[in-house]
C-alpha cells in the first residue's frame, strides 16, 4: 500500500474540520442577517422617533394612554389625557408603533 491510499482511507471515514467551521460561519451569518440586524434597526428607529417628538404632538404610551405633549425634559415628558389630568412619563414609554397608527387615522 501507498502512503496516499492510507491517507484516503483515514480521511474518508472523518468530515473535514473546514466544514464544520464553514457551517458555524454560515450560522453566525444568517442569525446575523435573520436576527440582530433587523432588531438593531427596529431599535435605532424608535430612538429617531422618540428624539423628534415635539410640543403639541399627539401620542400613545406603550400601556395604551392616549394624550398630548406639553413638555419635554431630557428623558420625561408630561403629557396631557383627555380628563384634564397630566402625566409625567419616560420617553421610552411612548411607543411609535402606536402613535405611527394613530397619526395615520387622523
Do not use: C, N
Request: no cysteine.
Amino acid at each position: 500500500m501507498t502512503m496516499l491510499t492510507i491517507l484516503l482511507q483515514a480521511q474518508a471515514g472523518q468530515p473535514s474540520p473546514w466544514s464544520s467551521l464553514i457551517m458555524i460561519g454560515l450560522m453566525i451569518v444568517v442569525f446575523y442577517f435573520f436576527m440582530i440586524r433587523p432588531q438593531t434597526k427596529k431599535a435605532k428607529e424608535a430612538r429617531k422617533f422618540r428624539e423628534s417628538l415635539e410640543k403639541g404632538q399627539r401620542i400613545v404610551t406603550i400601556g395604551g394612554i392616549h394624550g398630548k405633549i406639553e413638555e419635554i425634559k431630557d428623558t420625561t415628558i408630561v403629557i396631557a389625557t383627555e380628563g384634564g389630568g397630566k402625566l409625567r412619563i419616560e420617553r421610552a414609554a411612548i411607543s411609535p408603533e402606536f402613535t405611527g397608527a394613530l397619526e395615520q387615522t387622523a
